[in-house]
């Protein structure tokens, strides 16, 4: 590797000219081909057998995620104007290329099943706007009578009616999303207008994503900027170091267009990651050559770039190396945004290794470098130096160290047992943004506008008519009604039927019930076929009565609520099984759920994975277990305490907190490699155990304190994040580097003190 590295840099312009030009090229694919994603299903493994179910029953279901538009009008929206925005809007949605008419349900298209003199018919509240009193009031009266209708379609408090428009998964893209917006807008008035429902919540995700990507990047660049002037006091040095993590940055995005790979919500944070890393290769670098430079304040730029490569290409190889496993091991992941956000940091990483050991040499060889002043080898001053009075003072007060870490390790452990995993989008959102704001004021006047789909699946056709099974099924909805705050309403055919049996008894209170009789259900369903849309019936049963669907509205969109709603329906498991009736689960709600234990599921794995990698690289790098063994000891109590502080501050695990092991493993690793390789140079070259102790916190030392401060000064940037989560990691991984430092300078370098690794049994 050196060989090669010197061979290269014997022509140092024609190299940093071919590094300029594919980075142009990688810009060009960059900004041709990039695209935002935010499509939950499209964040999921298809083949995953949940999904697969899930995909299966939403066909046979038509069920659709919903774009939910609420007309509020303070007195109340039986009134002519009112009465005919809906119809309107309703019309306007339905002759959208994008939304099929028959999926727009609103008070204007919802049908009324009544009793006649005949038997039952099912018709619209209205086709005509009523313009007189008694028309409205009519109209009222049979809203407030229909309990499918009423608290649904309209508020009870009747001052919010809404309607929704249902739309395929493919359909929804930036420009619709302005469209419906432009839309709804263009009928505002007298009434107020929201707009909620998972794909505006989605198509706002992909608003903000990239304006909170392009408000980042520059002021992680701006901190960054003035970090390193501060810790380099060099212009020169710095401007390299930035030109670096710039072109890996822009490699990365380019590669990941280049294979037509979206940009993700999480992958937002990949430039203010690789701009934090990238930094680290080029601090210690320039570090080095600063202390060579103090000894040798004549020396060549060929001398000085030599004495840097052979002094530190091996270690800038291995923790870029160790950085990257730490990465690629979100390849375990089953979420695509968490594989390939692994995948990309690694390959950015892995390019500012190279950008590192190629560009900054070049740079000193083609423009020089920063003169320093020589330092004096007084051994008398050199002993009052910080490094060596910190390196004596861990040793002096060693039981002091071991007692915190045991007290902190404790601690923390108790609060990993509080983590919780979260793949709620609307969290991703300020508490007062106005998509939250929305989706909380139509939640309080409706019953939710996230939803979980339970499937029954009976073991023969027309078991579904059967009463046992009806009445069950309604005995559950009023379960899950009554007991769960967090649940809106439910519908399923029992709900039909029930309406149907009340109508046909002179809207009597007594028969809203499901009848006895499984004739009778039969033949109330083949009245309705007949006289209303079975379109509608088909969404909660299907053509054979074999599958029902049950849909349960939910207040809000997080795990905590789809877990409380699923275990309640599972305590009715056992009833089911006896009638012959087997629960599922399907659409996005329980998508949503599957996703939590898949963020869950591939955070174990990566811990792991990444753990005992980097403890067999380490030991291979330094041909000893006991350092690959040592050297992880720092990362494992970082990754200990950043789980710890989410349990015990209720930060939950998400698709970007799930990235804090890897970032924290990735990134921490490198403090430990940087001062393991010193402390075997210095052991190797003094044999003496207190020279080397004190000339490893010299030397590494003090590039690591310096590489903690950058990367904690560019992760912190994250807390202007629009985006909540994104704000926790950034405090997250700011919390680890400090303590992965800490961990390194104190109880790492106590273990390789008292075990004398490369010192023997002898070591002084």
């Known amino acids: 590797m050196e060989k090669l590295l010197n061979k290269t840099l014997k022509f140092p312009k024609i190299t940093l000219f071919i590094i300029l030009i594919f980075t142009i090229l990688f810009f060009r694919v960059m900004k041709k081909n990039s695209r935002m994603e935010t499509d939950l299903d499209e964040y999921m493994p298809q083949d995953h057998p949940a999904f697969v179910y899930s995909d299966e029953m939403e066909k046979v279901f038509d069920i659709k995620d919903g774009i939910i538009i609420a007309i509020e009008n303070t007195n ?22 994008e939304i099929e008419k028959s999926d727009v349900t609103s008070l204007y298209t919802a049908d009324n099943i009544i009793g006649t003199e005949e038997g039952m018919d099912v018709k619209a509240f209205f086709k005509k706007v009523p313009k007189t009193p008694e028309k409205l009031a009519e109209l009222q009266k049979n809203v407030r009578s229909n309990d499918m209708v009423f608290g649904r379609l309209v508020s009870e408090d009747e001052t919010v009616s809404v309607i929704i428009a249902e739309i395929e998964d493919d359909v929804f893209t930036q420009e619709f999303y302005n469209k419906i917006l432009t839309l709804v807008k263009s009928f505002e ?74 940009i993700y919500a999480v992958s937002t944070m990949l430039p203010v990651m690789l701009i934090a890393i990238g930094v680290a290769d080029g601090i210690h670098l320039y570090s080095h050559l600063d202390l060579f430079l103090q000894k040798n304040p004549n020396a060549t730029r060929k001398e000085a770039v030599n004495d840097m490569i052979k002094g530190m290409w091996k270690p800038v190889v291995m923790t870029s190396v160790t950085t990257s496993v730490g990465f690629f091991s979100l390849l375990t992941s089953e979420i695509f945004p968490i594989k390939y956000f692994g995948m990309f940091t690694a390959f950015g990483v892995t390019v500012a290794m190279f950008f590192s050991l190629l560009i900054i040499p070049a740079s000193i060889l083609v423009f020089g470098y920063t003169k320093r002043k020589p330092v004096r080898e007084e051994k008398g001053e050199n002993k009052n130096h910080f490094a060596y009075k910190f390196a004596n003072g861990v040793i002096k007060y060693k039981t ?23 793949s709620s989008f609307l969290d991703k959102f300020e508490k007062d943004s106005d998509i939250v704001l929305t989706d909380k004021f139509i939640n309080s006047h409706f019953g939710g506008t996230s939803k979980l789909n339970v499937i029954l699946e009976a073991d023969e056709k027309g078991k579904i008519k059967s009463p046992e099974v009806l009445k069950l099924m309604d005995k559950m909805q009023q379960k899950i009604d009554a007991e769960l705050v967090v649940v809106g309403n439910t519908f399923s055919l029992s709900d039909y039927l029930k309406r149907m049996n009340k109508v046909m008894h002179s809207d009597k209170e007594e028969f809203d019930i499901v009848p006895n009789s499984q004739e009778m259900n039969a033949q109330y369903l083949l009245l309705y076929e007949m006289s209303g849309d079975p379109e509608n019936l088909w969404k909660v049963v299907d ?32 009833d089911f099984t006896k009638l012959g009736v087997k629960i599922n689960y399907a659409g996005s709600g329980y998508k949503a759920l599957v996703f939590t234990d898949l963020i869950l599921e591939g955070q174990i794995k990566s811990l792991v994975m990444s753990l005992f990698i980097i403890i067999i690289l380490l030991s291979f790098m330094f ?3 006991w350092a690959g063994l040592i050297g992880a000891v720092p990362i494992v109590i ?20 799930a990235l804090i092991s890897s970032i924290a493993i990735g990134i921490g690793i490198d403090y430990a490699v940087h001062f393991i390789e010193r402390y075997k140079i210095y052991a190797q070259k003094t044999g003496d155990k207190q020279k080397t102790m004190e000339g490893t916190m010299h030397h590494s030392g ?6 903690a401060t ?6 912190l940037v994250l807390l202007f994040s629009v985006f909540p989560p994104n704000r926790s990691l950034g405090a997250l991984v700011s919390l680890n580097m400090f303590t992965s430092f800490l961990g390194t300078v104190t109880i790492m370098y106590l273990l390789l003190y008292k075990t004398n690794l490369f010192f023997g049994k002898n070591g002084k």
């Open 623 to 625: 041909k000893n277990i």
């Open 702 to 707: 003090r590039a690591i304190i310096f590489n």
């Open 638 to 657: 970082t990754a200990l305490i950043g789980f710890g502080v989410m349990g015990l501050l209720n930060i939950p695990l998400s698709t970007t907190t």
């Open 710 to 715: 950058v990367v904690i000064a560019g992760f």
């Open 189 to 262: 008035g007298n009434e107020k207008l929201y707009v909620a429902g998972s794909p505006i919540v989605e198509g706002t995700m992909a608003l903000l994503g990239p304006k909170d990507m392009q408000k980042m990047v520059p002021i992680v660049l701006l901190v960054i900027l003035i970090v390193l002037l501060f810790v380099m006091k060099s212009i020169k040095n710095t401007f390299f170091t930035l030109l670096v993590v710039v072109f890996s940055v822009v490699w990365a995005f380019g590669l990941m267009a280049a294979f037509k790979i979206p």
């Open 543 to 574: 053509y054979d009565y074999k599958i029902a669907n049950i849909t349960i509205q939910l207040k809000s969109d997080n795990s905590k609520a789809i877990n409380s709603a699923i275990a309640e329906v599972e305590n009715f498991r056992d």
């Open 400 to 422: 002091i160290t071991l007692f915190l870490t045991i007290a902190i390790v404790a601690i923390s452990l108790f609060g990993i047992t509080k983590v919780w995993i979260n």
């Open 76 to 97: 109340n929206i039986y009134n002519t104007e009112t009465l005919q925005k809906i119809k309107d809007l309703t019309k306007a949605l339905g002759k959208m290329d």
